[in-house]
């Protein structure tokens, strides 16, 4: 599965119709929602060490223009983060990078429900 979301982002990226140069001030850069759990939002980590900042770093490196938001909620279910999926997508939101599941396993929850969530 992990593939499969650095596949879709790839493809997101390359789809936003950037030429790699920086953004200038005058234009508003597209975003990644990095919408998830604890292992988005990287609890016990400096900010800079999440995923979501290690890959705006590389954002960054590559000269895209994109600008990566941390939307992860440790401890979210399946069930919450579909509740506060609308209010994640920020305007300007043109990726969504969803990393959600882990908190239904440990709890038990039946994979009928976090399939319809």
Avoid at 79 to 97: C, H, K, M, Q, S
């Amino acid at each position: 599965m992990p593939v499969l979301f650095a596949v879709v982002l790839a493809i997101g990226i390359a789809s936003c119709g950037s030429d790699g140069g920086p953004t200038s001030p005058d234009s508003v850069a597209p975003v990644i929602v990095a919408f998830g759990d604890s292992l988005t939002s990287g609890p016990g980590l400096k900010p800079e060490e999440t995923y979501p900042s290690l890959l705006q770093q590389k954002i960054r490196e590559e000269r895209r223009p994109h600008r990566v938001v941390n939307a992860g909620v440790s401890g979210d279910t399946t069930d919450e983060a579909l509740r506060r999926f609308d209010a994640a997508l920020v305007p300007g939101a043109t990726i969504v990078i969803i990393a959600i599941g882990i908190n239904d396993g440990l709890r038990g929850v039946a994979v009928a429900a976090v399939e319809r969530n």
